[in-house]
């Protein structure tokens, strides 16, 4: 028992507990952390009644960022994108990135904002680099788009007599042509399936 | 009409933070389900005006309160952020001189979130009260 008063209603009957949490940072990991709660055992309140987590959560949650920073910029260059490509791209002053992954400097929490996006998505790179144009922009995202969709076709399995892409000035369609084992019920053996289209910069997935 | 006034709760959760206290599941949630992963966030994005679209729900007596002579009244919103449609909950104890965050999750009318959505892409033509 505490001689702490419960803030809720005011009951001396708190029990104070010891639970362990876990931090989670993208690109960053995980980390576990004991944290203290309390109990009321006359109104059944808990919580961190005196505020006396917050500081190991941010601790904590520092040393996790400090850690997705470094790791996604040394993905960055296993994947031979180099520091002062991606500072130019984003007009950044030079060595910016550095100073981050060494330490030197901390980005704020725009920054990585911003190096947590180029992760995930590392086309806008390539939108960046193009000064965001929109009309460049949408192009750079759907032959990312068309690039991920492709990997999911299983070409060794699958059985395409024809597949292509027509395309205009101003529309793209791409397609393929299944060559299906005839147990597929109520489908044709061969048959034409539209994949997705792209008709006046907007994209038709088909379903 | 609310028992309380959202703008003293709200003021307290920018200026006298000691004395607004998230009890039960209410860091957990606002942690898991909005990304605000302290006391201070949570505290920083009410007083932010980050609740949005706030609508009073009711004002109930809190159920749990273990002296019935000592009445402490409950109130409740719904709000919307982004397009999560979002419930909060608290009240103040007169004798702890503490407010509490007594919940804070995802609102149980949900399919209200993507009406909301509707309505913001003008799908939906707003309503007249």
């Known amino acids: 028992m505490s001689d702490k008063v419960c803030p809720v209603c005011g009951a001396k009957d708190l029990i104070q507990n010891k639970e362990i949490q876990i931090l989670h940072e993208p690109y960053g990991g995980q980390t576990q952390i004991e944290i203290s709660n309390y109990r009321c055992s006359v109104c059944g309140s808990e919580g961190d009644f005196f505020n006396e987590n917050e500081e190991i959560i941010l601790s904590n949650s520092e040393k996790l960022k400090e850690l997705s920073i470094k790791n996604i910029l040394e993905d960055f260059n296993n994947n031979k994108i180099s520091m002062s490509a991606i500072e130019r791209a984003l007009s950044l002053p030079q060595r910016t990135l550095t100073k981050w992954k060494n330490g030197v400097s901390k980005p704020s929490a725009a920054g990585l904002a911003l190096i947590k996006y180029l992760r995930t998505f590392p086309w806008l790179l390539d939108v960046a680099e193009n000064n965001f ?34 395309a ?20 044709s053996r061969n048959e034409v399936i539209p994949q997705f289209s792209f008709v006046n910069e907007q994209l038709q997935i088909t379903t | 009409m609310p028992y309380y006034k959202y703008e003293e709760f709200k003021y307290a959760c920018g200026n006298d933070m000691d004395n607004v206290i998230p009890i039960n599941s209410v860091l957990k949630n606002a942690k898991e389900t909005f990304n605000l992963f302290t006391k201070s966030n949570l505290l920083s994005f009410i007083y932010n005006n980050g609740l949005e679209d706030l609508t009073f729900v009711n004002t109930k007596s809190w159920e749990n309160n273990p002296n019935p002579n000592f009445d402490i009244k409950v109130d409740a919103y719904e709000f919307r952020s982004l397009h999560k449609l979002g419930y909060i909950a608290f009240m103040f104890n007169v004798n702890t001189k ?32």
Do not use: C
Not at chain 1, 138 to 157: E, G, P, R
């Open chain 1, 133 to 166: 144009d929109y009309n460049s922009s949408q192009k750079i995202f759907l032959n990312s788009a068309m690039q991920l969709f492709l990997k999911s076709i299983d070409f060794n399995t699958e059985n395409f007599p024809e597949a292509g892409i027509i």
């Open chain 2, 98 to 129: 503490k407010w509490i965050i007594k919940s804070f999750h995802l609102s149980d009318n949900r399919n209200m979130a993507m009406y909301l959505a509707l309505q913001k892409a003008g799908l939906i033509k707003q309503e007249k009260k």
């Open chain 1, 168 to 187: 205009t000035s101003q529309s793209a369609f791409l397609y393929m042509q299944l060559d299906r084992p005839v147990e597929y019920p109520g489908l």
